[in-house]
């Protein structure tokens, strides 16, 4: 069964750096675009930043030259290095594939930046 494990969430202050890492076992990360999302309470889940098979990346306007997406294929690992982060970016964030598969969501990491 198919799992992905994401960590590395906390609570920092503004202005500040967090890596996410998503693990995924019974599942070849390195074949599938892969993507970062949030969801922030009342609002929808996002996609923050996406990755393609071969390395593409993409991010939302919002994130934009603060969040780097990246990926260890021998690791079988998928990771968001976030820099300068802001009260907005407090959420819960999860990896998936790109598009998403709902029984692909896992708990997700709690990242709470304080202002």
């Known amino acids: 069964q198919v799992q992905l494990v994401e960590s590395g969430g906390g609570l920092v202050q503004a202005g500040g750096s967090l890596r996410l890492s998503c693990a995924a076992s019974a599942m070849r990360l390195s074949i599938y675009a892969m993507g970062w999302y949030r969801q922030a309470p009342g609002n929808e889940r996002e996609l923050v930043a996406r990755?393609?098979?071969?390395?593409?990346?993409n991010y939302a306007d919002s994130v934009k030259g603060r969040f780097t997406v990246s990926r260890d294929n021998g690791k079988n690992t998928v990771y968001l290095e976030m820099n300068s982060l802001k009260p907005d970016d407090t959420a819960v964030y999860y990896c998936n594939t790109v598009p998403n598969y709902n029984s692909y969501w896992g708990q997700g990491t709690q990242v709470t930046v304080s202002s």
């Open positions: 990755i393609s098979a071969a390395g593409a990346t």
